[in-house]
C-alpha cells in the first residue's frame, strides 16, 4: 500500500536550498517500537504495549528534526487473521497517540500482501514487503529524505537487510543473533537493547540537526 502523509507530519518547511535534506528513522512497527506479543499481532491499539522510552526517546529525534517513519509486514492481515479495516483503525489510533505525544510520524509503511500465502486479494508481492527498499525509496522520492544519513533500526534481519540495501545506516536490536524471519545477514553501526538505547546512540552520532 502507498502510505499518504501523515497530517502536521514534516511542520513548517524552510525556504528552497536553506536547509539540508531531511535524514529518516525507519523504525520497525514490532519489536522495536511496540513489543511483539506472543501471537504477533493486537486486533487493538489498548492491547498494545510500547518498548521501554521508546516515546520519550522518539520525541527527542523527532524535535531534533528527524522524520520518523513505520515500517513492517503485517503478515496477520495477509493470511486472513485480521481484517484490513481493522489493522487500518490499529493504525490510526497508533498515529494519533504518537502525535499526542508530540512524535509525528511522518508516513505509515506497512506491507500487508504475501507472495506465497496471502487469502485471496492479498497474495502478491509488493515493493513495500520487506526486506524489499519500496519504503526507503519511496520516502527519499516524495519527500526528500536523505538515505545516506538516515536509519534504519529494527530487531529483525528483514528491516534490516532492506536499509542495507538502500544504502541506510543499521541500528539492530537483536544483539547479533540470527533472526529466523529469512532475511539475509545484514552489519549493523550500532546493537542495542531496545528502541530508546538505539535511538540515544544515534543522537550522540550526530548530535547536531540532521
Known amino acids: 500500500m502507498i502510505p499518504p502523509p501523515s497530517e502536521h507530519a514534516f511542520g513548517p ?4 536550498g536553506t536547509q539540508a535534506p531531511p535524514a529518516a528513522l525507519f523504525v520497525a512497527r ?46 496477520q492481515v495477509a493470511l486472513g487473521r485480521q481484517s484490513v479495516e ?70 529483525g534481519s528483514l528491516e534490516l537487510t532492506a536499509g542495507w540495501r538502500a544504502g541506510c545506516a543499521l541500528a539492530s536490536l537483536a544483539h547479533g543473533q540470527d533472526q529466523p524471519d529469512g532475511g539475509v545477514d545484514a552489519h549493523a553501526a550500532i546493537e542495542a537493547g531496545c528502541l530508546a538505547d538505539a535511538l540515544d546512540e544515534i543522537r550522540a552520532c550526530a548530535p547536531s540537526r540532521p
Open 13 to 16: 518547511r524552510s525556504l528552497p
Open 30 to 75: 514490532w519489536g522495536a517500537l511496540l513489543e511483539r506479543p506472543g501471537k504477533g499481532w493486537c486486533a487493538r491499539f489498548a492491547s498494545a504495549r510500547f518498548t521501554p522510552h521508546a516515546t520519550d526517546a522518539l520525541f527527542r529525534c523527532t524535535r531534533a528534526g528527524w522524520l520518523l517513519y513505520l515500517v513492517g509486514n503485517e503478515t
Open 86 to 155: 481493522s489493522w487500518q483503525a490499529f493504525e490510526q489510533a497508533l498515529e494519533a497517540h504518537l502525535a499526542s505525544l508530540g512524535v509525528p510520524v511522518a508516513r505509515s509503511y506497512a506491507c500487508l500482501d504475501d507472495p506465497g500465502k496471502g487469502v485471496r486479494g492479498h497474495r502478491r508481492d509488493s515493493v513495500f514487503r520487506l526486506p524489499n527498499t519500496g519504503a526507503m525509496y519511496h520516502a527519499a522520492q516524495h519527500d526528500g529524505v536523505d538515505l545516506a544519513r538516515s536509519w534504519v533500526i529494527g530487531g
